[in-house]
Each structure stands twice: as structure tokens, then as C-alpha cells.
């Protein structure tokens, strides 16, 4: 048990309050960016007089000592400490004496976990981003390998109208793009370092914090020392992005997992992202999908969590907030893990083209295009409908579709039906005419891939000019 408060105290604090308190078994996820600014800060106290630059050479050099060991694995962090920030700190006070204990002047664990927190959290904005824009490329190559790959398009889970492969995996291009315009948005937010607020009223050092923002890669310090260092928003924005991707990733998965299924077997998954089960030899089952699909749950807890944590929370600093670290971490590495293992799973599956293209033929997913012929030939669109309507009633008695009806059949119903028909609702036909901004013919959709590989190819990620 050691503490870095223990002047003002005359007992012990008892073992259980110690360990309730501790922070130190999962705040040290954040020991890189705790060393990271406090060299950051110990270089602005040397630049600004504050310590000597004699002083202010053996904490950086401590400091980064510290860091190298911990990396090489030569230096444990050691648990019996309070926290990450009481581990750092004792230790270089170990190290290097005296001068180790000037590196919290003008500073406290307020603004130092606001910073560590924000630090750690950037990171994660970034590297999430670059996961997604992963994920997108793979989209984006399946897309262009499935132009014809026909399918059925489905609302209600019930076959509507016939759509292809590279449209219903463009569908989802455009929301994992949304996703990382959602990054992008929050990290140019939460840009802007808290470090210097001290523990809630700013200090009387004469720090200079816009130089420590610098340092740090931040566009520039927070401008109201209470609420830096009791802001959470930029947490909770970023884990609501990626509750939105979550969810995302789990619509995604659920539609694989029914593709898999017996009874459509659209898809075939790699053996490699797939499992067996104990008693069934012949199962082969999508784990993966299902488990990303599950822990869209997890994400969303995180998030519910800080929400509530911090509805209640007087302004400045409270303890409530060393609840903002577990679940955020869980969070954070949980969607990383999930995009990507989902982008290998989708690199590596193969599409059924044949299973896929007879499902698009058969429920009548050509019956708006029978009805549109109609109206091309004369008919009000309304009276078409119920003409078609007919039609596919007389079919589903006679077990059999539109287009294997022969003309005799079809003018029956209609005399506007001629031999032209069959061409009008193919399947192929069906799709390709659908040539609409955003829809599936394939003229339509090479144009859609083409500004979408422009998005991925001109700098549209974090950090970069053309937002
Ligand atoms: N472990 C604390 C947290 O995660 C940071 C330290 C601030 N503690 C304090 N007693 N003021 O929020």
C-alpha cells in the first residue's frame, strides 16, 4: 500500500477502503501517456523557470528511463500502488531524488487523468479510424468484383426486388463511412489539452499551457480549468460512435449468419473464420459473425454506463470518474477486435453466385417490373398493379413464376403483354434498367465506386486536409 497523500492522515487507510479506492489494475493501460505528459510538463516547468533546467533534464531523462524499462519489460508496474500516476511518480523519485519530487508542482491527478484519459482516448479515435477505413476497402473490392453477382433485395425478410452484391455491400460502404466521419468530428472536438487546471481553479505557477498543448499535439489548451477537468463528453461521444459502428457490424453480421443458414446458403465462410461443434460433425458455424453480433451488447453498456455515471456529478472533480476507465477500455478494444476480425471474415468468404441469382429469380421480385412494363405500354400504374397482382395469384396456384408463364397465359390477363415481356423481366434485366442515383444496375454503380475510391484514396481520414 503506498500513497503520495499521506501528510494530513495520522492512520492507515484500511486494506479494503485501499483496494476499493485503487485504480492502479486497469489505469495502467494508460502508463505510456501518463509518462508522455508528464514529460510534456516537466519540460514547460523548465522552460518557464519553475524548476531548473538541470532539474528539469533528470525528470525527463527519469522519465523516459521509466518508459524503456516498462516497454523492455525490465520494470514491473507495481500493483500496490494507488494508481498509474503514484507508480510513475514514486518511481522516479526512486531514481533520481529530490528532483523527481518537483515534477507534480503545478499539477494534479485532476488535470493529469483528464490528460491521460484524452491522450489514450485520441489514440483509440485514430486507430479506430484506420480500422474502418480497412474495413472499407475491403467493401469497396468486393463491390467491385460483384457488379453481377445477383441477389434478391429483401424488406419485411421477405424477397422484394432483385439487387446485386456490390449494392447491398454498398449499402454498408456508406454507413462505415458515416462511422468515420463520427471519428473525425470527435477528435477535432476533443483536440485540446486540459493539462494546467490543476485540481479545479488553475494554479498560481506561471505555466505556460498553450506551450504544453503544443508539445502534446493538441490544437490548444481547454479554456475553463473546472470543466477540464471534469469533461467526460469527448468519452462518451467516442463511445457512441462506436456503439453506432457496433451496431453496424451487427446488422452486418446478422445478415452473414442467415446467409450461412441451410436454408439460403448464399455464402460459404473460410474455414478459418468459422468453428465446428462437439457433437455435430457436420456443423460449420459463424462464431464469428455471432459473437461480433454479441458484443454490439457490451459496447452499448459501456456507454450506458458513463452516461449514468456522470449525470449526477458536481462540478469539479469527483471519484465517480475513475468509473469512465474499465468499460471504455473493454469498449475501445472489444470494437477493435470486432472490425477487424469482421473485415477478415469478409475478405475470405466466397459468394454462392448461382444459389444467390436463383433466389433473385424465384418469390417474384420481378412483379414491379411486369407492372412497369404495363405502364410503358399504356396502362395506369395503379391498374397495372392490380393486373400483376392477379398474375401472381394464377402463379402461386400453378406453382410457377411470371416469366416461365407462356404468352397465351399472360394475355389473358392483359392484351398489352407481348414476347417482349420475357426480355423486360429477366433477371438481368430487372437490375441492370435500375439505373437511378444510388441503385443497383451496374452503369449506376461503377460510378458510385468510383467517387467512393476518390473518398478513400484523397485523404478523407483524420489529420488529413480534404474532410
Ligand atoms: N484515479 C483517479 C481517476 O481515475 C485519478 C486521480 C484523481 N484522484 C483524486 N483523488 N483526486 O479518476
Known amino acids: 500500500m503506498a500513497q503520495l497523500w499521506g501528510g494530513r492522515f495520522t492512520k492507515a487507510t484500511d486494506q479494503k477502503v485501499f483496494d476499493f479506492n485503487a485504480s492502479i489494475g486497469f489505469d495502467k493501460n494508460l502508463f505510456t501517456q501518463d509518462v508522455e505528459g508528464s514529460i510534456a510538463h516537466a519540460v514547460m516547468l523548465g ?11 533528470a525528470i525527463v531523462k527519469g522519465l523516459a528511463g521509466i518508459r524503456e524499462d516498462v516497454e523492455k519489460g525490465t520494470l514491473l508496474i507495481d500493483e500496490t500502488q494507488e494508481d498509474i500516476h ?14 523527481g519530487k518537483k515534477l507534480h508542482t503545478g499539477r494534479s491527478r485532476n488535470d493529469q487523468v483528464a490528460l491521460d484519459m484524452r491522450l489514450y482516448t485520441r489514440a483509440q479515435v485514430l486507430k479506430t479510424d484506420e480500422l474502418v477505413k480497412g474495413l472499407l476497402e475491403e467493401i469497396l473490392h468486393i463491390m467491385e468484383e460483384n457488379l453481377d453477382t445477383y441477389m434478391p433485395g429483401f424488406t419485411h425478410l421477405q424477397k422484394a426486388q432483385p439487387t446485386t ?16 466521419q463520427r ?24 505555466l505556460d499551457r498553450n506551450y ?7 490544437e490548444g489548451p481547454t479554456l475553463n480549468s473546472m470543466d477540464s477537468v471534469s469533461d467526460r463528453d469527448y468519452l462518451i461521444e467516442f463511445l457512441s460512435a462506436l456503439s453506432i459502428i457496433m451496431m453496424h457490424l451487427s446488422r452486418f453480421s446478422e445478415e452473414i449468419i442467415i446467409w450461412n443458414s441451410n436454408e439460403y446458403r448464399f455464402i460459404e465462410l473460410d ?6 461443434s462437439s457433437i455435430m460433425p457436420q456443423k460449420k458455424n459463424p462464431d464469428i459473425a455471432e459473437l461480433v453480433r454479441g458484443k454490439t451488447g457490451r459496447v452499448y453498456g459501456a456507454l450506458m454506463a458513463l452516461l449514468t455515471t456522470m449525470k449526477g456529478i458536481p462540478l469539479a472533480y469527483n471519484k465517480d470518474m475513475q468509473e469512465d476507465k474499465e468499460l471504455s ?5 472489444t470494437a477493435a477486435d470486432c472490425l477487424e476480425l469482421f473485415t477478415g471474415m469478409i475478405a475470405t468468404m466466397k459468394f454462392r453466385k448461382d444459389v444467390m441469382a436463383k433466389s433473385a429469380m424465384n418469390g417474384f421480385t420481378n412483379a414491379t417490373d411486369a407492372a412497369d412494363y404495363l405502364v410503358n405500354k399504356g396502362v395506369p400504374f395503379r391498374d397495372a398493379h392490380g393486373i400483376i397482382g392477379r398474375l401472381v395469384l394464377y402463379c402461386i396456384d400453378k406453382d410457377t413464376s411470371i416469366d416461365a408463364l407462356s404468352i397465351e397465359e399472360l394475355k389473358e390477363v392483359s392484351d398489352k403483354f407481348e414476347p417482349d415481356i420475357y426480355d423486360a423481366v429477366s433477371l438481368k434485366t430487372c437490375v441492370e434498367k435500375r439505373l437511378t442515383l444510388g441503385a443497383p444496375g451496374s452503369e449506376m454503380m461503377k460510378e458510385v465506386i468510383r467517387i467512393n475510391k476518390e473518398y478513400l484514396s484523397g485523404n ?8
Open 86 to 99: 503514484s507508480f510513475v511518480e514514486a518511481t522516479l523519485i526512486d531514481r533520481i531524488g529530490d528532483a
Open 212 to 218: 504544453t498543448a503544443s508539445l502534446l499535439g493538441f
Open 183 to 206: 471519428l473525425t468530428d470527435i477528435y477535432y472536438r476533443m483536440n485540446y489539452c486540459p493539462l494546467g487546471a490543476g485540481a479545479l481553479a488553475g494554479t498560481t505557477y506561471p
Open 165 to 180: 452484391v456490390a449494392h447491398h455491400f454498398g449499402a454498408y460502404f456508406e454507413m462505415f463511412k458515416r462511422d468515420r
Open 329 to 333: 477500455f473493454d469498449a475501445m478494444k
Open 460 to 467: 478523407t481520414g483524420i489529420g488529413t486536409t480534404n474532410q
Open 47 to 57: 522552460k518557464q523557470g519553475i524548476i531548473t533546467a538541470e532539474e528539469k533534464d
Open 271 to 276: 474455414d478459418a473464420f468459422s468453428t465446428g
